[in-house]
């Protein structure tokens, strides 16, 4: 009867189906012994299969993970804060990162500086999150990095300076913090005459948000082009001052740029 033996692959899917029958079952005889309030066989049933299938997408991720790589819990993209929001009810989803890649090796073989090579590191890690459907805040790449937050929110801040792309961390995508980094390239953008489509995709926010911004700014510079201060724009627009300060200062940048 030799021939008539599963192989190895056959094995282990029947092992697994086995498996996944005798969790469900227990799953099924703990809710009706200890949440005896979820009441009715089929609930019971549907309940224990939206548990299990919960636990095998985890596993899944698990399984596919490659020399290098973390499975990591990011904020779900299209998750928005608001009031009574916290960590206990705030929608999460598992991300697959590269923590570190052979070009990382090669370029500390080559010479690049660590603090070089952390740039690219920290960049790819909020992006792999973003693609993914998550967001990282900078307190997740500094525990990936063991580096401390501030250093990540440093150099991220400094990269999206210098190359005008918005990076796609928890605060920038869902407008968290008072930092303005995104704020300013978007418009940066618009002062440059990208249309809000275009400002929206590169710097991964909504049209909706990048209008916002676009009205609060034109708001700002034409009551300052009323010589009224900062203090006074404030008042008027019921904005906070430093907001107002941030958008003054992008104006005067924008000006100073058109003189030269």
């Known amino acids: ?3 008539s033996e ?22 099924k005889t703990l809710i009706e012994k200890d949440y005896s309030m979820i009441s009715g066989e089929k609930v019971r049933e549907m309940f224990a299969s939206d548990i299990l299938r919960l636990f095998e997408q985890r596993q899944d991720y698990a399984m596919n993970i490659d020399s290098g790589q973390v499975m990591w819990l990011g904020v779900k993209r299209e998750e928005r804060q608001g009031y009574g929001k916290n960590a206990s009810n705030t929608a999460i989803v598992p991300v ?5 890649s052979p070009e990382d090796i090669d370029m500390l073989s080559s010479g690049f500086t660590a603090r070089e090579v952390r740039e690219i590191r920290m960049i790819r890690l909020f992006q792999e999150g ?16 063991n580096v401390s937050p501030s250093t990540v929110s440093k150099q991220v801040r400094e990269y999206m300076e210098r190359t005008k792309e918005v990076v796609p961390t ?10 303005i980094t995104h704020k300013r390239i978007i ?14 995709r590169r710097t991964k926010h909504s049209e909706e948000a990048c209008d916002r911004y676009i009205r609060a700014f034109n708001k700002v510079r034409m009551l300052a082009d009323r010589k009224m201060n900062a203090e006074e724009i404030a008042r008027t627009l019921e904005m906070s001052s430093f907001l107002v300060r941030e ?11 058109e003189g030269k």
């Open 1 to 3: 009867m030799r021939g």
């Open 6 to 27: 599963l192989n190895p692959e056959e094995r282990f899917k029947m092992i697994r189906r086995k498996l996944k029958q005798g969790m469900k079952e227990e799953i």
């Open 96 to 100: 697959t990162l590269t923590l570190l």
């Open 130 to 145: 973003y693609e993914q459907g998550g967001v990282l805040s900078s307190n997740d790449i500094a525990l990936l990095l």
């Open 170 to 179: 928890r605060g920038t995508v869902h407008d968290l913090g008072r930092a």
């Open 187 to 200: 418009i940066r953008l618009y002062l440059e005459g990208y249309l809000t489509p275009e400002i929206a």
């Open 247 to 257: 958008y003054l200062d992008i104006y005067e940048e924008f000006k100073g740029g």
